[in-house]
């Protein structure tokens, strides 16, 4: 590392300091029943809240009611703050934590009603789609890889989903990570390591789907697009994402 | 590449080389987001210079973790809804806070010109005060004479009272309404000792009773 970088590292440290001390001022201003201070909170930390928020969930409304319900919580237990840590890594638990559940109850609720449909049971991390969602194709080029890589992430166990939006999307150290998500070091390395890695293959996956779709509407004249995409979907053989949920739910 | 305790660090151990391709495998997810130690990474590298084709490994990782990366600038790029107004309404619903919120105070010009109006007439009563005391401005050079009337605006509203010594003596339309002040001596310059306390326009004539008829200001005189 040259000392430049050295440079900007302290200088961003700094920077990161100087933030949390002046959230801990205002969350003693807020302890003292001042609104205006706990409003300033808010505005503040918003985005953190609702980005990782946005990443977890699946739609646009869940998130902000996450994120909302967040920041009510916080004010609820501001008493119990405890000024030995940052005020963005409680706000980043409390989010991640409220996703995490939702996204359990939603599981249940999705297994429970494909088990009334009278489908065989057997679910998987691939499952979590949401296919009332337009399919990726009918969006435009920029936000159909936006909607894709959202999928991806949802396919994943939701342990390694909040890792890895909260390294990729939030920039945070595995140190903080840890403390966020309330597990070890070594447990959020190796989340990261298998979310980075089960993101790629189904990434993978899925172009090849794309290739492989292409070509067989290619090869059909460009006729009935949805029908050609829908069986290929099928017959792509699943990756270890299937195994990702119960790796997820045991670490 | 040993395994932690836990058999699930999937990172090549410090200051050991890779052995397999399933070790450098395994360690590509974490390699290619900066996320290994130093040693980890030399190890990494050295296999790669080693094993030049497994080079494609690393950059399907790579592209992968671009993907990401790119996600995570829209998503930090892109507008977030204000949340404030909904948490605020949600916190009135429940009672913690009341259920209008409270006012920002307001600086607005008004309320500096009325403050600042407030400290020039203060100021000014106080300089006034000052200038009919000992040294001011009165004791020395000859008044130019003023019409009690043309200032105070009262004429024959005013009360009679004798003036001598040790009389007691009335502003004419004093709002002290028969309240007495007194002259304190013959030859005192002090006609007033409240002077700071009555208002500016009803001062103003009573400067100095010696200086001639029409500087005297008291009713008494011009009888």
């Not at chain 1, 959020?188 to 492989?212: D, I, N, S, T």
């Not at chain 2, 007033?192 to 009773?209: K, S």
Request: aromatic share 6%; proline share 6%; charged share 30%.
């Amino acid at each position: 590392m040259t000392g430049r970088e050295d440079g900007a590292g302290d200088g961003a440290e700094r920077a990161r300091r100087e933030a949390a001390l002046a959230d801990h001022a205002l969350v003693r201003r807020a302890q003292g029943s001042d609104e205006e201070a706990f409003g300033e909170l808010v505005q503040r930390h918003q985005g953190r809240a609702y980005r990782v928020a946005r990443n977890l969930v699946p739609s646009d409304e869940d998130a902000q009611d996450i994120a909302q319900e967040a920041f009510l919580r916080v004010f609820r237990n501001l008493e119990r703050f405890n000024f030995d840590h940052d005020f963005t890594t409680w706000l980043y638990r409390i989010v991640t934590n409220l996703c995490i559940d939702f996204l359990r109850k939603r599981r249940v609720a999705i297994s429970v009603s494909r088990g009334r449909e009278g489908e065989d049971g057997v679910e998987s991390a691939i499952d979590l789609e949401d296919h009332s969602e337009p399919a990726p194709w009918e969006y435009a080029e920029a936000t159909e890889t936006a909607a894709e890589v959202h999928e991806v992430l949802a396919s994943l166990a939701p342990h390694f989903q909040s890792v890895l939006t909260l390294r990729e999307i939030e920039g945070l150290g595995c140190p903080e990570i840890a403390e966020i998500v309330g597990a070890t070091h070594v447990t959020v390395r190796w989340r990261l390591h298998r979310g980075r890695k089960l993101f790629q293959e189904e990434w993978e996956r899925r172009a090849r789907m794309r290739q492989q779709g292409a070509a067989n509407l290619i090869q059909s004249g460009g006729a009935a697009e949805g029908s050609v995409s829908a069986p290929t979907q099928q017959s792509e053989p699943r990756t270890d994402n299937e195994r990702s949920r119960d790796e997820g739910t045991r670490s | 590449m040993r395994r932690d305790g836990d058999g699930n660090d999937g990172r090549a151990d410090e200051g050991q080389t890779i052995r397999t391709r399933e070790e450098f495998e395994s360690s590509l997810p974490l390699f290619v987001g900066g996320d290994l130690d130093p040693a980890d990474e030399r190890a990494v590298e050295g296999w790669l210079l080693q094993h030049p084709e497994d080079r494609e490994l690393l950059e399907a990782a790579a592209r992968a973790r671009v993907v990401l990366k790119e996600h995570g600038q829209r998503v930090r790029a892109a507008e977030v809804p204000d949340l404030w107004p909904g948490v605020r309404r949600a916190l009135g619903e429940v009672g913690v806070l009341p259920s209008e919120p409270v006012p920002p105070r307001q600086w607005n010009h008004v309320g500096w010109s009325r403050g600042f109006a407030a400290a020039a007439a203060l100021a000014l009563v106080t300089g006034l005060g000052f200038m009919m005391g000992d040294g001011g401005p009165t004791s020395g050079a000859p008044q130019q004479p003023t019409s009690l009337e043309s200032v105070a605006g009262t004429q024959g509203a005013g009360q009679v009272e004798a003036f001598g010594a040790d009389a007691e003596v009335e502003l004419v339309g004093s709002r002290r309404r028969g309240a007495p002040l007194r002259r304190p001596g013959p030859n005192g310059e002090h006609l007033i000792d409240e002077a700071p306390l009555v208002p500016l326009w009803q001062v103003l004539p009573v400067v100095d009773p010696a200086s001639g008829p029409a500087g005297s200001q008291l009713a008494s005189d011009r009888r």
